[in-house]
């Protein structure tokens, strides 16, 4: 069975670091794509970050150069480092598993076939 | 980044069929995917591809695509369909990274 287990939310001053883990079973992080999701309070789903199989790292235009996501083979965990919190980064978190939809030789689409239950990060002082 | 639009809201009587719709250039190249979001609980993948569920969604649910809009259709919507759904595609911008529509909050009447 597939699960995704997210950790390391909390309530953090601005300016603060913290890192969120997603702890995976069932299937192995380093032979997919994963991403991080975060839902701001009442708002929608933002993407945030991407960590391919083959390594690459890609990040939305609002982190990019604070955060960081990286991946532990070992203890098949994703990690996103957040680094320079402001209030605007207040939101819980998920993380899912990110599939490239293919037929007929080429892919037209990604999807997320499995979330995480989220974690809370407050930034406040 | 590449812009997708939804309808804020949409109502449907207990039954009949809803339809959400997302618009975006994007959706031109690239199938959407639609996400049901529940309140106090994580998204779950509900179509993607150019109609495809996942095991243990209702074959209620259907997904289609005709120019920059794709659609996401309830045939007899249940009263446990009520629900935020979201529409997500590539970023046309760079098509590496993943941009969400804001979201369709479905009453079921």
């Known amino acids: 069975e597939v699960q995704l287990v997210e950790s390391g939310g909390g309530v953090i001053q601005p300016g603060g670091s913290l890192r969120l883990s997603c702890a995976a079973s069932?299937?192995?992080?380093?032979?997919?794509?994963m991403s991080w999701v975060r839902q701001a309070p009442g708002k929608g789903l933002e993407w945030v970050s991407v960590?391919?199989?083959?390594?690459?790292?890609y990040y939305a235009d609002s982190v990019k150069g604070r955060f960081t996501i990286s991946r532990d083979n070992s203890k098949n965990t994703v990690y996103l480092q957040m680094n320079s919190l402001g209030a605007d980064d207040t939101a819980v978190y998920y993380c899912?598993?990110?599939?490239?939809?293919?037929?007929?030789?080429?892919?037209?689409?990604?999807?997320?076939?499995?979330w995480g239950q989220g974690t809370l990060v407050i930034v406040s002082s | 980044s590449s812009e997708l639009t939804q309808d804020p809201a949409v109502s449907v009587a207990l039954g009949q069929t809803a339809k959400i719709t997302c618009q975006g250039d994007i959706l031109r190249s690239y199938y959407a995917s639609w996400y049901q979001q529940k309140a106090g609980q994580a998204p779950v993948l509900v179509i993607y591809g150019k109609n495809n569920r996942p095991s243990g969604i209702p074959d209620r649910f259907s997904g289609s695509s005709s120019g920059n809009t794709a659609s996401l259709t309830i045939t007899g919507a249940q009263a446990e369909d009520e629900a935020d759904y979201y529409c997500k595609s590539r970023d046309s911008s760079d098509n590496r990274h993943v941009v969400f529509a804001g979201g369709t909050k479905l009453t079921v009447l």
């Open positions: 069932g299937f192995t992080v380093s032979s997919n794509y």
């Open positions: 899912a598993r990110d599939r490239d939809y293919c037929s007929g030789g080429s892919c037209y689409s990604r999807y997320f076939d499995y």
């Open positions: 960590i391919y199989s083959s390594d690459s790292t």
